[in-house]
């Protein structure tokens, strides 16, 4: 019986260890190197998340701040009120009895009318600066959300990455670049927009 050819198959698998050693190995670099870049970014993310929602919080304490003032205001334009109708009900009185009224009467009612106007317009310019604050962290608060997307969207694929580096499986390497790709564009849009 001939002998068969023999074949080192001993360097042959060392061979194919060796070169599957050295392409996880590049695989293993790649993916950490994305997903190192994609924590860098997550971080980012979260402190600007932060930053908006505080600093949303305080225009919002700044707006209830104004309402309160805006309502002291309104208190003090009923007072003015009260007052110019007391002073209305005497002249009444005394024009009732045939009498002359005071012109201190006429010129309290007037004063308190003219009062009542100014601060009025002093309630309404408070309302309308504490509208403006609300606006103002409404907006911010929408940009919170937006990168707090972005945060959860690079987490996502930080997770996929750690998946990809565990099982050695490029397309779930992709899907993680591809939704960190997709965090990326929220973070961005949410930073120059």
């Known amino acids: 019986m001939p002998e068969e050819p023999e074949v080192d198959t ?6 194919i260890a ?6 996880g190995g590049n695989l293993l670099r790649q993916i950490a190197l994305t997903t ?3 924590a860098a970014l997550a971080a980012i993310a979260a402190l600007r998340a932060g930053d908006t929602a505080n600093e949303a919080l305080a225009l919002k304490t700044e707006a209830a701040r104004l309402q309160a003032e805006a309502s002291d205001k309104w208190g003090y334009f009923q007072a003015k ?7 209305g009900a005497e002249r009444a009185a005394y024009v009732a009895a045939g009498k002359e009224p005071p012109p201190d009467l006429i010129a309290n009612e007037q004063r308190y009318a003219a009062e009542q106007t100014a601060i009025q317009q002093e309630a309404q310019a408070l309302e309308l600066q ?7 962290a409404d907006h911010l608060l929408h940009r ?7 945060v959860a969207l690079f987490q996502v694929a930080i997770a996929l ?26 973070f961005v849009a949410q930073s120059f927009g």
């Open 10 to 15: 001993d360097k042959l698998r060392e061979a």
């Open 18 to 23: 060796d070169e599957v050693e050295r392409e």
């Open 36 to 38: 190192a870049v994609l």
């Open 81 to 87: 009120g009260i007052k110019a109708a007391i002073q």
């Open 130 to 136: 504490r509208d403006e604050k609300g606006s103002e």
């Open 144 to 150: 919170h959300h937006a990168f707090a997307d972005a």
């Open 161 to 186: 990455g750690a998946v990809a580096a565990l099982t050695r499986i490029r397309t779930l390497w992709f899907a993680s670049m591809l939704i960190g790709l997709a965090g990326l564009g929220f």
